[in-house]
């Protein structure tokens, strides 16, 4: 007979079905007080927001540091990426992979133009627009993300002094306005489908592209550019929590509360090449190498100016491998630097000295005008400029040390003993030219002088006539 117990438990003497039953619900109980809230509970750990510095220009290392870093956060399922731009443009290339690589993160992106004079120029206005949320500390500015050379033409620069007829310049001309107006087209059509993936402002990304349009940060949210404007990186991340956007097409939700700054560090050879692929770098790199091997062919032996030389035109040669560069320009700078070395052999009263500073400065701010691939230049008031001085300070100075040692009275050579002070050694007799003898430096001459000296006597040497001295009594004190 079975009996049943108050709980409902099976009693009787159906042992094998109990025993089964009995230790599976024991098990069940364990676990399931395991998961029960015993004592006290720990907190889920706080989000992490990957920060990554782009303060320099848009290349390869910096593209590489970038996407490496939003690479690293969707590893680390992080919270956001937050990116502090401060950048004059860069490369299209890298620009392109950077934005790729936003557009399909699986983690939010935040761009925050920082700190208070920096600026999000042509390709940083393109990186802004690409974010899910863009920033801008008050004081920085947005746009002139225009292609087109600062000398025309989009296809690298030729001067109207290239060879050939008019026609032949005619056609030259319009061959790179075409290139001009592709490239145009292209970053128009290429930033408006970004500003229509991120819900910016079409029209002004537009604008900014084709006429060059540069706002500040508070023209830029007045008019749907970016999202805020914040004082910080705290006050920033205050203000977007909470805040709805889209991460890979779908409805994502910013959970940024407690979250930790993590610091994204460039590695060494992203440094080092980040170092090498600044424009102004390169240029200091060609005038090392151009002094310091000319240093030493002219003064062979002297080492530390040729090994100088040889270091910068190795880091030269890799700077060219990455930056693309006009050849018309680069030409010009030899040029300049040819004229300034020619100064020094060919008597041109300054003519050739000048022509070497004005094409210096014009062929280095040509060298990297390559406008359809990059909108890199050189610095010319921050760097060109006071190259220029520097050499112009060094021409004066090897003048004014030339011009004193013309004036300066001759001390080498048989001229510069006159005026020296000797003994006479054997008597010199008037008439008797060429039979006294005088020791001076350490040397016996033999003179001539207007009246009888007796040997003993101080002479002053007054001409030297070939292998004899005229000398004359000298001036006691």
Same mark, same amino acid.
């Given at each position: 007979?079975t009996?049943?117990?108050? #709980?409902?438990?099976?009693?009787?003497?159906?042992g094998?079905? =109990? =025993?089964?039953?009995? /230790?599976?619900?024991?098990?069940?109980?364990? *676990?399931?007080?395991?998961?029960?809230?015993?004592g006290?509970?720990?907190?889920a750990?706080?989000?992490?927001?990957?920060?990554?510095?782009i303060?320099?220009?848009?290349?390869? %290392?910096?593209a590489?540091y970038?996407?490496?870093?939003?690479?690293?956060a969707?590893? %680390?399922?992080?919270?956001?990426?937050?990116?502090?731009?401060?950048?004059p443009?860069?490369?299209?290339?890298?620009?392109q992979?950077?934005?790729?690589?936003?557009?399909?993160?699986?983690?939010?992106?935040?761009v925050?133009?920082?700190p208070?004079g920096?600026?999000?120029?042509?390709?940083?206005?393109?990186?802004?627009?690409?974010?899910?949320?863009a920033?801008?500390?008050?004081?920085?500015?947005?746009?002139?993300?225009?292609?087109?050379?600062? &000398?025309?033409?989009?296809?690298?620069?030729?001067?109207s +002094?290239? /060879?050939?007829?008019?026609?032949?310049q005619? %056609?030259q001309?319009? %061959?790179?306005?075409?290139?001009?107006?592709?490239?145009e087209?292209?970053l128009?059509?290429?930033?408006?489908?970004?500003?229509?993936?991120?819900n =910016?402002?079409?029209?002004?990304?537009?604008?900014?592209?084709?006429?060059?349009?540069?706002?500040?940060?508070e023209?830029?949210?007045?008019?749907?550019?970016?999202?805020? !404007?914040?004082?910080?990186? +705290?006050?920033?991340?205050?203000?977007?929590?909470?805040?709805?956007?889209?991460?890979?097409g779908e409805?994502?939700?910013?959970?940024?509360?407690?979250?930790?700054f993590?610091v994204?560090?460039?590695?060494? #050879?992203?440094?080092i090449?980040?170092?090498?692929?600044d424009?102004?770098?390169? *240029?200091?790199?060609l005038?090392?190498?151009?002094?310091? !091997?000319?240093m030493?062919?002219?003064?062979?032996?002297?080492?530390?100016?040729?090994?100088?030389g040889?270091?910068?035109?190795?880091?030269?040669?890799f700077?060219?491998?990455i930056? /693309?560069?006009?050849?018309?320009?680069?030409?010009?700078?030899?040029?300049?630097?040819?004229?300034?070395?020619?100064?020094?052999?060919i008597? +041109? &009263?300054g003519?050739?000295?000048?022509?070497?500073?004005? +094409?210096?400065?014009?062929?280095?701010?040509?060298?990297?005008? =390559?406008p359809?691939?990059?909108?890199?230049?050189v610095?010319?008031?921050?760097?060109?400029?006071? *190259? $220029?001085? $520097?050499?112009t300070?060094?021409?004066?100075?090897?003048v004014?040390?030339?011009g004193r040692s013309?004036?300066?009275?001759?001390?080498?050579?048989?001229?510069?003993?006159?005026?020296?002070?000797?003994?006479?050694e054997?008597a010199?007799?008037?008439?008797?030219?060429?039979?006294?003898?005088?020791?001076?430096?350490?040397?016996?001459?033999?003179?001539?002088?207007?009246?009888?000296?007796?040997?003993g006597?101080?002479?002053e040497?007054?001409?030297?006539?070939?292998?004899?001295?005229?000398v004359?009594?000298a001036?006691?004190?």
């Amino acid at each position: 007979m079975t009996d049943f117990n108050p #709980l409902g438990f099976r009693t009787s003497s159906d042992g094998p079905m =109990r =025993r089964r039953f009995v /230790p599976s619900l024991l098990i069940a109980l364990v *676990i399931g007080l395991a998961f029960l809230p015993w004592g006290t509970a720990q907190a889920a750990n706080p989000g992490q927001i990957f920060v990554v510095t782009i303060d320099g220009s848009i290349n390869p %290392a910096s593209a590489d540091y970038l996407i490496g870093a939003i690479g690293q956060a969707e590893k %680390a399922n992080a919270a956001a990426v937050l990116i502090e731009l401060d950048t004059p443009g860069g490369l299209v290339s890298s620009t392109q992979d950077i934005i790729q690589a936003m557009l399909n993160s699986s983690v939010p992106t935040i761009v925050f133009v920082t700190p208070r004079g920096a600026t999000a120029t042509s390709a940083g206005t393109f990186i802004t627009l690409a974010s899910n949320v863009a920033a801008m500390m008050p004081g920085t500015s947005i746009g002139a993300a225009h292609p087109v050379s600062a &000398f025309g033409g989009g296809g690298g620069s030729t001067p109207s +002094s290239a /060879p050939g007829d008019k026609d032949e310049q005619a %056609a030259q001309r319009a %061959a790179q306005d075409v290139v001009a107006q592709k490239m145009e087209n292209y970053l128009a059509a290429y930033v408006e489908s970004i500003a229509q993936q991120r819900n =910016r402002n079409v029209e002004w990304a537009r604008e900014a592209v084709l006429n060059s349009v540069a706002v500040t940060a508070e023209e830029a949210l007045e008019l749907g550019v970016i999202d805020l !404007i914040a004082e910080g990186r +705290s006050e920033l991340i205050a203000a977007i929590d909470g805040q709805e956007t889209s991460v890979e097409g779908e409805a994502f939700t910013l959970n940024l509360a407690g979250s930790e700054f993590v610091v994204v560090e460039k590695t060494l #050879l992203q440094a080092i090449f980040d170092f090498l692929t600044d424009p102004n770098m390169a *240029i200091i790199f060609l005038v090392l190498a151009a002094a310091g !091997i000319y240093m030493e062919v002219q003064n062979p032996g002297m080492i530390l100016p040729g090994s100088v030389g040889l270091v910068a035109l190795v880091l030269l040669a890799f700077s060219m491998q990455i930056l /693309p560069f006009s050849w018309v320009g680069m030409m010009l700078v030899l040029l300049g630097l040819g004229l300034l070395v020619a100064e020094l052999f060919i008597v +041109s &009263f300054g003519a050739l000295f000048v022509a070497g500073i004005i +094409s210096f400065l014009v062929g280095g701010t040509m060298v990297f005008d =390559r406008p359809e691939v990059s909108d890199l230049t050189v610095s010319f008031w921050e760097v060109l400029v006071p *190259i $220029a001085a $520097a050499i112009t300070v060094l021409g004066a100075f090897i003048v004014y040390t030339l011009g004193r040692s013309f004036m300066s009275e001759q001390t080498a050579g048989v001229e510069g003993m006159i005026g020296q002070v000797g003994k006479v050694e054997t008597a010199i007799e008037p008439g008797n030219f060429g039979r006294g003898k005088v020791s001076i430096r350490g040397e016996y001459w033999n003179s001539k002088a207007e009246e009888a000296i007796p040997a003993g006597e101080a002479v002053e040497i007054v001409s030297v006539e070939g292998l004899v001295l005229h000398v004359r009594r000298a001036k006691r004190a």
